[in-house]
């Protein structure tokens, strides 16, 4: 079978008649400008759709210095969170003529140095990253050739721009609220406590359990990774070692959640007396039986000041308020006591 051939603005020239120079003229749009004829514009114009011509972006990105795209590293996609920020910056891009190309990083700082290191040899004019790295200076470093954006997780004292909600405020406010209800026990299940938003989630935790007058007990600290086994891992235990179901259980994102239903559904509990609730919403917390309290934030207005910051930095411009704290939304489904 013979391999596929890209028609080439080459090809076009040949079956209009015409120079290379001129196809690349009338191509460009500026053949009007230079006084090509409109005859021989339509022609090379037909000849190109009857083709299906694609100009060559790498042609175009030597010519522009640009190539339209922006990289985006996330570390990982099945997080309903990153899932639905990443959908909504990919509208924006796609909506303003840009390509999106996205790496995932499984929170492995070896694999985001390469998912990076991919996405700058393909020319991005951009990044957008939730870094798993301990500090900045890669990305100080990557600064000085390409712009970038970090989102959802912050490094102390970087002079990145950074788009983040807040988590500790929201956090401590319902874990406040769930406490007055008159519970002696809250579980936090958390990610890894190296990153950012473990730290500010547990920070949150801490101030939102000393509001209602209740010291924390270093065992209801517990850590994993934020994955929906990981969380089924981390409740199976506590249940195991505690002989019965807490009474409370909050988890840093909803990944957390997903693994504790799941241990939920498979024991029969999901009728079970326990308080849930989780960092970040989903859907279909609406349609369960349990009652999930949740911290909402909101991923399409995290996806626009991304968007908004990145596009100033390519074009060179100023940007106004580089760091920008958004603030999230406490979504009750349970009765107040």
């Not at 004829?37 to 060559?56: D, F, G």
């Not at 911290?295 to 920008?324: H, M, Y």
Request: aromatic residues 6%; proline residues 3%; negative net charge.
């Amino acid at each position: 079978m013979d391999k596929p051939k890209r028609v080439t603005i080459n090809d076009v020239a040949q079956m209009a008649g015409v120079s290379k120079s001129t196809a690349s003229i009338v191509l460009s749009g500026r053949g009007k400008e230079l006084r090509v004829s409109e005859s021989t514009q339509e022609r090379v114009m037909k000849v190109a759709r009857m083709a299906n011509y694609q100009p060559s972006v790498h042609a175009r990105a030597l010519s522009s210095s640009r190539t339209d795209t922006i990289g985006l590293v996330v570390p990982e996609m099945t997080n309903h969170g990153f899932a639905t920020f990443s959908h909504a910056l990919e509208t924006l891009c796609r909506d303003a003529g840009l390509q999106l190309l996205i790496a995932c990083t499984d929170e492995n700082t070896s694999q985001e140095t390469l998912a990076v290191n991919n996405l700058i040899q393909r020319q991005v004019d951009g990044l957008i990253v939730a870094s798993s790295m301990l500090n900045d200076a890669d990305y100080q470093r990557i600064s000085k050739q390409v712009p970038v954006v970090l989102f959802d997780r912050h490094f102390n004292d970087s002079s990145l721009p950074l788009v983040i909600t807040d988590s500790i405020e929201p956090t401590a406010r319902l874990i406040a609220e769930i406490a007055a209800d008159g519970l002696e026990e809250i579980y936090f299940l958390g990610g890894q406590p190296r990153i950012s938003p473990t730290r500010d989630r547990l920070t949150g935790f801490h101030l939102g359990l000393e509001r209602a007058g209740i010291s924390a007990k270093p065992e209801w600290i517990i850590h994993g990774h934020y994955t929906a086994s990981s969380g089924y891992e981390m409740f199976a235990e506590l249940v195991m070692r505690l002989g019965r179901l807490p009474q409370a259980i909050f988890c840093a994102a909803c990944g957390l959640q997903e693994g504790v239903l799941r241990y939920l559904t498979q024991h029969g509990h999901l009728g079970a007396e326990i308080r849930l609730s989780s960092f970040d919403d989903h859907y279909l917390y609406d349609a369960l039986t349990l009652r999930i309290d949740s911290i909402v934030q909101d991923n399409r207005q995290l996806a626009w000041n991304c968007f908004e910051i990145i596009g100033d930095l390519i074009e060179g411009k100023t940007v106004s308020q580089p760091v920008r704290h958004l603030s999230a939304n406490i979504k009750r489904r349970t009765q107040h006591g």
